[in-house]
């Protein structure tokens, strides 16, 4: 018997996911546009940078045939003013995700969440850090860690960086109750996914205490009335006597 999948989105699958993301290149040789089923793709033509999805991006690196530009948000100085802001912020809030920028398709106007944002390309914000962020940087950092500036300082930075936030969003799970709800604003794919599985349980833990608290609140109000109940009858039995 086939166990059933756990709700929501697995670390591994946001992973994945993450590589519809889209990402600056330079590539190093020619190559006509391809018909992907996100559409078509620009051709490319060194030096002339263009934009694809990370996975395509990825793979062009592997046979060396383009080369990944980083993020804004992943050199180091960003980082530090990132991480900097962070710990300057309250233990219970998140930095603010990355401001929605311009669409990688669809129609003017429409309202797009990542990977339909473009919040890695080589024009993206370096104040603010994007959904996905975590897992593009561990990408780029294992793939091509040679078109990222310093690389070991990034990795030293992003490792700071996810402590001081998980901490806050264990704060938060430690501090949930049934008349405080809790707010994940500012959390990524990622952190989301790791965390998913604990607030869950957390959530099914409250529910169940409210549970029995309502139980035992029916309960003392059943006693009560049975209470009233017998009084009336009691009173009602000495009225018959009297009379």
Known sequence: MAHPLPPGLTPSEVGFLCEMEMVTVIPRQRLEELELLGGRTPALRPPQRAILPLWLALQLKRQQRANIVPPPWLAPSALESILQREIELS??????????????????????????????TADASAESLPYHWSEIAEVLLDAASDDVTEPNTIRSLMQSLR??????????IAAISPDRPMTLT?????????????????????????????????GQTTGKNDE????????DEDDEMED
């Open 163 to 172: 402590a001081v936030r998980m901490a806050k969003i264990t704060a938060a």
């Open 91 to 120: 233990e219970k809030a998140l930095s603010s995700a990355a401001p929605a920028g311009r669409q990688s398709s669809g129609r003017a106007g429409d309202k797009a969440t990542p990977p339909f944002v473009l919040s890695a």
């Open 228 to 235: 009233d109940e017998a009084d009336e009858g009691d009173d």
């Open 186 to 218: 500012g959390a990524g794919g990622l952190e989301v996914a790791e965390c998913r599985a604990i607030i869950t349980g957390a959530v099914n833990e409250l529910r169940k205490i409210r549970a029995a608290q309502e139980d035992a609140r029916r």
